[in-house]
């Protein structure tokens, strides 16, 4: 009886967030078990791909279905469908492990984990589906490698050609290893045999990262190649590999370790981090909850999770501010423009080699109408104009002032303004003007009453 009021309540709760969605900070949806979840963005609208542990209590993993969401700002979060394994080869299952998802030639791919056996594949015309079982059996069957055939990451590459990469990596068993497959154009069959992926130990590192895990992912950036296990990851210039480890994104807090499955993405000029956490304790209940933080990108390539939002204000979460912060930092921007985003010489990130109408966007700040005047902490070796505006790129001009050289670029001021025309506005952007190519650094601002 108990276990049937637990999941009539979970149930309840699905459906209560389905038709009125949810404003969520982190974790990202509350009192869903969310775990491995994935986010993609696909016409400029962000979708959430995540299988659910059902029990807050199980001491072995119960994970019913996969759940997909949707958002337009990473905050509010919508279920647009449930995927039951009955709607797969699977039939009925409470192992929905992992999954991924890519889109290609007009349509969309969702990979899926038959628990740690066996990896399926759906295929659908939009984003949330309706998919359909694209084989009607598995896509990477059990004995295919030596290894484990679960856990699937999907890239589509620059040329086009997709792979996916699977598996179980122990650096200790000969068994297990991360495989690596190119997929046939139509995204549903297998162009050659899979292939183990090497993985090189830097020596300096940590002799944990990605020693073992399964769960991997794969993105790029800049012609380098990311795989990822946990908060743990290694990089390549070729997508096969091999992979040499580089460290943890994190600093093992907030679930920052090898159990952080998730993955890596980009929207509107800016890098996100979302991940699972066994926030009660993996040896409480096999229950995790998904969160995310910003993500930013050393000059060498190295990752760098944002634990600074998160040790000062991590259930905010991204995308939400408060004018009685100390501190806003630059790098917390949800939407930008002609900037680009660098180490700071005073630590950590900061915002330079911004042009002319270049911008930052900083939505949902709240108590911003008590705010008298904002301060800017920024160098500048020949000067310009920040203009503050409400809600929009042209909104209403909420102050602007003009900013002296301040004696070079390791040279930091802090300068103010004054502000007006609060009512109403919840979020500003800041639109520098001037006639260099880097007008000025900006390491970050708060208000003031």
Same mark, same amino acid.
């Given at each position: 009886?108990?276990?049937?009021?637990?999941?009539?309540?979970?149930?309840?709760?699905?459906?209560?967030?389905?038709?009125?969605?949810?404003?969520?900070?982190?974790?990202?949806?509350?009192?869903?078990?969310?775990?491995?979840?994935?986010?993609?963005?696909?016409?400029?609208?962000?979708?959430?791909?995540?299988?659910?542990?059902?029990?807050?209590?199980?001491?072995?993993?119960?994970?019913?279905?996969?759940?997909?969401?949707?958002?337009?700002?990473?905050?509010?979060?919508?279920?647009?469908?449930?995927?039951?394994?009955?709607?797969?080869?699977?039939?009925?299952?409470?192992?929905?492990?992992?999954?991924?998802?890519?889109?290609?030639?007009?349509?969309?791919?969702?990979?899926?984990?038959?628990?740690?056996?066996?990896?399926?594949?759906?295929?659908?015309?939009?984003?949330?589906?309706?998919?359909?079982?694209?084989?009607?059996?598995?896509?990477?069957?059990?004995?295919?490698?030596?290894?484990?055939?679960?856990?699937?990451?999907?890239?589509?590459?620059?040329?086009?050609?997709?792979? &996916?990469?699977?598996?179980?990596? =122990?650096?200790? @068993?000969?068994?297990? +290893?991360?495989?690596?497959? #190119?997929? !046939?154009?139509? /995204?549903?069959?297998?162009?050659?045999?899979?292939?183990?992926?090497?993985?090189?130990?830097?020596?300096?590192?940590?002799?944990?990262?990605?020693?073992?895990?399964?769960?991997?992912?794969?993105?790029?950036?800049?012609?380098?190649?990311?795989?990822?296990?946990?908060?743990?990851?290694?990089?390549?210039?070729?997508?096969?590999?091999?992979?040499?480890?580089?460290?943890?994104?994190?600093?093992?807090?907030?679930?920052?370790?090898?159990?952080?499955?998730?993955?890596?993405?980009?929207?509107?000029?800016?890098?996100?981090?979302?991940?699972?956490?066994?926030? &009660?304790?993996?040896?409480?209940? =096999?229950?995790? @909850?998904?969160?995310? +933080?910003?993500?930013?990108? #050393?000059? !060498?390539?190295? /990752?760098?999770?944002?634990?600074?939002?998160?040790?000062?204000?991590?259930?905010?979460?991204?995308?939400?501010?408060?004018?009685?912060?100390?501190?806003?930092?630059?790098?917390?921007?949800?939407?930008?423009?002609?900037?680009?985003?660098?180490?700071?010489?005073?630590?950590?990130?900061?915002?330079?080699?911004?042009?002319?109408?270049?911008?930052?966007?900083?939505?949902?700040?709240?108590?911003?109408?008590?705010?008298?005047?904002?301060?800017?902490?920024?160098?500048?070796?020949?000067?310009?104009?920040?203009?503050?505006?409400?809600?929009?790129?042209?909104?209403?001009?909420?102050?602007?002032?003009?900013?002296?050289?301040?004696?070079?670029?390791?040279?930091?001021? #802090?300068?103010?303004?004054?502000?007006?025309?609060?009512?109403?506005?919840?979020?500003?952007?800041?639109?520098?003007?001037?006639?260099?190519?880097?007008?000025?650094?900006?390491?970050?601002?708060?208000?003031?009453?």
């Amino acid at each position: 009886m108990k276990q049937k009021i637990k999941q009539f309540f979970l149930t309840f709760i699905l459906v209560v967030v389905a038709y009125t969605g949810i404003f969520a900070d982190n974790p990202m949806v509350p009192y869903v078990g969310m775990a491995d979840p994935h986010i993609h963005i696909f016409n400029n609208k962000a979708y959430l791909y995540a299988t659910r542990d059902a029990d807050s209590t199980a001491q072995d993993f119960v994970m019913p279905d996969w759940n997909i969401w949707s958002s337009d700002d990473l905050i509010n979060w919508t279920l647009e469908r449930t995927i039951c394994p009955t709607e797969t080869y699977m039939g009925e299952s409470t192992s929905c492990w992992a999954a991924d998802i890519a889109y290609k030639n007009g349509h969309y791919y969702f990979y899926f984990s038959n628990g740690n056996v066996n990896t399926g594949v759906m295929k659908g015309t939009s984003p949330t589906g309706p998919f359909v079982d694209a084989l009607g059996e598995p896509l990477l069957h059990e004995d295919l490698t030596i290894g484990k055939e679960y856990d699937p990451t999907v890239l589509v590459d620059d040329d086009e050609n997709a792979y &996916l990469v699977f598996g179980h990596h =122990r650096s200790y @068993e000969d068994d297990l +290893s991360f495989y690596i497959v #190119k997929l !046939n154009d139509d /995204m549903i069959s297998l162009a050659e045999k899979p292939q183990e992926i090497q993985i090189i130990h830097a020596p300096d590192l940590d002799t944990m990262v990605l020693r073992g895990n399964d769960k991997p992912n794969l993105h790029k950036r800049n012609g380098i190649y990311y795989l990822s296990a946990g908060s743990h990851y290694a990089t390549s210039k070729n997508v096969y590999g091999p992979y040499t480890t580089r460290g943890n994104t994190g600093n093992n807090k907030f679930g920052l370790d090898s159990r952080a499955h998730g993955n890596f993405f980009e929207w509107n000029n800016q890098w996100f981090h979302t991940w699972c956490y066994f926030h &009660l304790g993996r040896d409480v209940a =096999r229950y995790r @909850e998904s969160y995310i +933080s910003y993500l930013h990108y #050393k000059e !060498n390539g190295e /990752m760098v999770t944002d634990t600074v939002l998160l040790e000062k204000h991590f259930e905010t979460g991204v995308g939400q501010y408060d004018a009685d912060w100390d501190k806003i930092e630059a790098e917390w921007y949800m939407d930008a423009s002609n900037v680009t985003k660098r180490e700071s010489p005073n630590g950590g990130f900061e915002i330079q080699d911004i042009k002319n109408n270049g911008y930052l966007f900083f939505p949902n700040i709240h108590n911003l109408e008590q705010a008298k005047s904002i301060s800017f902490h920024l160098a500048s070796a020949n000067g310009g104009t920040i203009q503050v505006r409400g809600d929009d790129l042209n909104g209403p001009l909420l102050g602007s002032v003009n900013i002296p050289p301040t004696g070079g670029w390791h040279s930091y001021q #802090k300068i103010d303004t004054d502000l007006k025309n609060l009512k109403d506005v919840n979020g500003v952007y800041l639109v520098f003007k001037g006639q260099d190519n880097s007008i000025l650094h900006l390491d970050w601002f708060n208000f003031q009453d």
